[in-house]
Each structure stands twice: as structure tokens, then as C-alpha cells.
């Protein structure tokens, strides 16, 4: 069984760090690409940023600069260190696990961020 758990999440405020973490368990995490997503209050979801299975990463323009996607396959653990953190980033951060053909999708069960101005 496939199991994403987040941790990391806070208060804080703005211009302040977090790192968020995520642990995976249930499969070859090595292979597995990994992303971090976030959803604000009214809003839809939205990609943050990703990992690909061989380090390649990829981030929303909001965050390029600020926030780093990271991940230790030898601990099936992926990361997300943010840092000079805006109000508007202020939303519950979920881990995505894509794996396998046909593509298979995972999702932890979220960490809320809060930033205060």
C-alpha cells in the first residue's frame, strides 16, 4: 500500500523559512517522479514545484528563487525547502507520487502553511 505522510508545516512569518518534508512508503521510490502542490482557500490547486525520478526539477514561476524541491532516495524522502515566504503563500502543501504505465497517482494528505504579513 502506497502511503505519502507530510510534515513541516507552520505558522510563520513573512520573509521567514520552512521545510517541508515528505515520506514515502510501498513502492521503489527511486523510479517514482515527485511533486509538491498547494491549494489557498477559493482557489484550485496548483503545482509548486517537481522532481523527476533522475533529479530534474521544475518550479512555478512564483517560487523559482525562493523555494528548493529536493529528495533522498536512500530515505524515500522528498523535501521542499521554502524560504523568503510571502502571505501569499499561505495554502495546505500536498505531495504527489506519479509512478508505473499507466501512470499511477499518488497524494499525501497535506501540511498546512500559514504566513503572516
Known amino acids: 500500500q502506497v502511503r505519502l505522510v507530510e510534515s513541516g508545516g507552520d505558522l510563520v512569518q513573512a520573509g521567514g523559512s520552512l521545510r517541508l518534508s515528505c515520506a514515502a512508503s510501498?513502492?521503489?521510490?527511486?523510479?517514482?517522479?515527485m511533486g509538491w502542490y498547494r491549494q489557498a482557500p477559493g482557489k484550485q490547486r496548483e503545482l509548486v514545484a517537481t522532481?523527476?525520478?533522475?533529479?530534474?526539477?521544475n518550479y512555478v514561476d512564483s517560487v523559482k528563487g525562493r523555494f528548493t524541491i529536493s529528495r533522498d532516495n536512500a530515505k524515500n524522502m522528498v523535501y521542499l525547502q521554502m524560504n523568503s515566504l510571502k502571505p501569499e503563500d499561505t495554502a495546505v502543501y500536498s505531495c504527489n507520487l506519479k509512478i508505473g504505465i499507466p501512470l499511477r497517482d499518488f497524494w499525501g494528505q497535506g501540511t498546512q502553511v500559514t504566513v503572516s504579513s
Open positions: 510501498g513502492l521503489r521510490f527511486s523510479i517514482a517522479d
Open positions: 522532481i523527476s525520478s533522475g533529479g530534474r526539477t
